[in-house]
């Protein structure tokens, strides 16, 4: 149990275009989703935490109109980067736990690449 | 906020041999401690957790000890094997339903 997914799990695209990545809780209804940014060899940053049917928080430091955040149901969560540039190129990963859940559970992952 | 440290930032160890990683945390709040373990381009794997109640938990070959006084936790892998080679990252939080405070990793090499 406790499964979560992501997709796309890789995507290239030209600079200035919007990129949408979806996280979804497969077995279990996902009270709150968090958004991660990994740089190579690097820790997870917190982006953002998307509680179901309200507005996302974000971290100091990360664009909210840049980085789109919508849960609007207990099974998926968006993350559209808008107007992406090669700075934006990254390894980004949703964790999701619910009213059951006793920890957070991992995406696999998106690995962005902006040319 | 929180703030974890997590040392070392790297280790090699010989097939069977033990390995420490520890970590430090600010915030006295903070009562969960987990500890994933990431393979190069996958998501991070829950491995072994400890809550602010328990001083050390065990699972086979990879215990967590934990001190709440001095604000440190540490991940024991014992008989180590090749496969435990990974990047590992501890983690505080409040409760589990909060945003969890990643350490910077370790990247553990087992040679076989």
């Known amino acids: 149990g406790a499964v979560v997914s992501q997709h796309p799990s890789w995507v290239i695209c030209k600079s200035g275009t919007s990129v949408k990545i979806e996280c979804r809780s497969l077995d279990f209804q996902a009270t709150t989703m968090f958004w991660y940014r990994q740089f190579p060899k690097q820790s997870l940053m917190l982006m953002a935490t998307?509680?179901?049917?309200?507005?996302?928080?974000?971290e100091q430091g990360v664009e909210k109109d840049k980085f789109l955040i919508n849960h609007a149901s207990l099974t998926l969560s968006t993350l559209t980067v808008t107007s992406a540039h090669p700075e934006d190129s990254s390894f980004y990963i949703c964790s999701a736990i619910g009213r059951v859940q006793e920890t957070q559970y991992f995406g696999p992952g998106t690995r962005l690449l902006v040319l | 906020g929180e703030n974890v440290e997590q040392h070392p930032s790297t280790l090699s160890v010989q097939e069977g041999d033990s390995a420490v990683i520890k970590c430090t945390y600010s915030?006295?709040?903070?009562?969960?401690f987990p500890w994933y373990k990431q393979e190069l381009g996958k998501r991070p794997q829950l491995i072994i957790d400890?809550?602010?109640?328990?001083g050390e938990k065990k699972d086979q070959r990879i215990a967590v000890t934990l001190n709440k006084t001095a604000k440190h936790f540490s991940l024991h892998i014992t008989e180590t094997q090749p496969e435990d080679s990974a990047v590992y990252f501890c983690a505080a939080s409040i409760s589990t339903g909060n945003q969890f405070y990643f350490g910077t990793g370790t990247s553990l090499t087992v040679i076989p």
């Open positions: 998307s509680n179901e049917g309200s507005k996302a928080t974000y």
């Open positions: 915030d006295s709040a903070s009562n969960y």
């Open positions: 400890i809550r602010s109640n328990v």
